[in-house]
């Protein structure tokens, strides 16, 4: 069974301010790891996602998140972050077993506040 | 543009209905899946098909059935409503198999209040 933890309920920031949004997952098996966000009244859409190969990896809107294997962490991070960040982020993994049914399990969601 | 449409944005239910929640793909994707969205609790997986008239029980069924008649398709069905499914309902589907076929596409949610 998977689980994934994101610890930080609300993060609020200043614009221009870099920020990261931690997750951290538990899995006795390999997983796929995701990063979505979600506007105001609107459904999820991907950020980014981690498969195979390089750890760090680029994703839509000047995010990046990094896999880190030995600490089982997907941190999500922004050098410099726009009040248009303003929304709910959610991690989510993917078991990456052969016949895995793609499901997702996702952590509680971490409101990034953006201020001016 | 890849889509995943859910039929209504807002629903108000008595307790007690019968209550239909759709969802439909137009990317000829094999999985579908029903998660319910609570402040705090982030989604939960209600129900998902892997194929026609195929379905499985996710983490939250009770109170919950579904139907998959048609593979773009995928409803969502609260047998009788209770104040207690007030939530945001949101459908999604993916490909097959693992790797790129992983990404989950979301619609647009309904948030159901049930009085």
């Known amino acids: 069974a998977q689980s994934v933890t994101q610890l930080d309920s609300q993060v609020p920031v200043f614009e221009e301010a870099p920020v990261e949004l931690r997750c951290n997952y538990s899995s006795s098996v390999s997983v796929y790891l995701f990063w979505y966000v979600q506007y105001p009244n609107q459904g999820l859409q991907l950020l980014l996602k981690?498969?195979?190969?390089?750890?760090l990896v680029k994703g839509i809107n000047g995010f990046e998140a990094e896999f880190n294997k030995s600490q089982t962490s997907f941190h999500l991070r922004k050098p410099s972050v726009h009040i248009s960040d303003t929304a709910e982020y959610f991690c989510a993994v993917s078991d990456r077993s052969r016949g895995a049914t793609n499901k997702l399990i996702f952590g509680t969601g971490t409101l990034l506040a953006v201020q001016p | 543009d890849v889509k995943v449409t859910q039929s209504s944005r807002y629903l108000v239910k008595r307790t007690g209905e019968k209550v239909f929640l759709e969802c439909v793909q137009d990317m000829d994707h094999e999985n579908m899946f029903w998660y319910r969205q609570d402040p705090g609790l982030g989604l939960r997986l209600i129900y998902f098909s892997y194929d026609v008239k195929m379905k499985e029980k996710g983490d939250i069924p009770e109170g919950y059935s579904v139907s998959r008649e048609k593979k773009e398709r995928f409803s969502l069905i609260l047998e009788s409503a209770s104040t207690n499914q007030t939530s945001m309902y949101l459908c999604?589907?993916?490909?097959?198999?693992?790797?790129?076929?992983?990404?989950?596409?979301f619609g647009q949610g309904t948030r159901l209040t049930v009085v």
């Open positions: 981690y498969l195979s190969g390089s750890t």
């Open positions: 999604a589907s993916t490909l097959a198999g693992g790797g790129t076929n992983t990404e989950a596409f």
